[in-house]
């Protein structure tokens, strides 16, 4: 699904109406080494944190996303955004924006890209002082969960429209 520019749907509320209803959406995460991957309820409600994906080749990768959304019946993505603190965009949303288009050239689904910033750091300090985890546990934990916040956020607004 793609715009006439050729880039993925990006407007949250092109996002909401693409979708079918009753299906879950993916949270993404994307890292210079892992994946994170959380997915929401088919309501839209709430979102979970899921999996790691140790990336690598991007076909692997893809592959296994795609096989986790199949097997919980998945209709959409969601791509976390770093975007910097003024609001311009650096080399990792470039990056995170590639990362939707090769994944549209094997799919067609509605994604949408969420201004993930501070998402990791809040994570951080949530599962330092609320779950009071050390930091190799927390280590283990960050990605899934920073791709659930983000996906949490994106679920949030999609509430309000």
Same mark, same amino acid.
């Given at each position: 699904?793609?715009?006439?520019?050729?880039?993925?749907?990006?407007?949250?509320?092109?996002?909401?109406?693409?979708?079918?209803?009753?299906?879950?959406?993916?949270?993404?995460?994307?890292?210079?080494?892992? $994946?994170?991957?959380?997915?929401?309820?088919?309501? $839209?409600?709430?979102?979970?944190?899921?999996?790691?994906?140790?990336?690598?080749?991007?076909?692997?990768?893809?592959?296994?996303?795609?096989?986790?959304?199949?097997? =919980?019946? &998945?209709?959409?993505?969601?791509?976390?955004?770093?975007?910097?603190?003024?609001?311009?965009?650096?080399?990792?949303?470039?990056?995170?924006? &590639?990362?939707? =288009?090769?994944?549209?050239?094997?799919?067609?689904?509605?994604?949408?890209?969420?201004?993930?910033?501070?998402?990791?750091?809040?994570?951080? =300090?949530?599962?330092?002082?609320?779950?009071?985890?050390?930091?190799?546990?927390?280590?283990?934990?960050?990605?899934?969960?920073?791709?659930?916040?983000?996906?949490?956020?994106?679920?949030? =607004?999609?509430?309000?429209?």
């Amino acid at each position: 699904m793609l715009h006439a520019n050729g880039m993925p749907v990006v407007d949250i509320l092109d996002f909401k109406s693409a979708l079918p209803s009753g299906r879950p959406v993916v949270g993404l995460d994307p890292g210079e080494k892992t $994946l994170g991957v959380a997915m929401s309820d088919v309501t $839209l409600s709430i979102a979970s944190p899921l999996i790691v994906i140790r990336r690598a080749k991007f076909t692997q990768e893809a592959e296994e996303l795609f096989q986790v959304m199949d097997e =919980r019946g &998945a209709c959409g993505a969601v791509i976390g955004l770093p975007v910097n603190m003024d609001g311009s965009e650096g080399p990792r949303c470039q990056s995170n924006r &590639a990362l939707g =288009r090769n994944l549209l050239r094997l799919r067609d689904l509605p994604i949408a890209f969420w201004d993930e910033r501070l998402s990791t750091a809040a994570v951080q =300090r949530m599962l330092t002082s609320e779950a009071d985890l050390s930091r190799a546990k927390r280590a283990a934990v960050v990605d899934r969960a920073a791709a659930a916040y983000i996906l949490q956020g994106a679920l949030d =607004r999609l509430r309000t429209i």
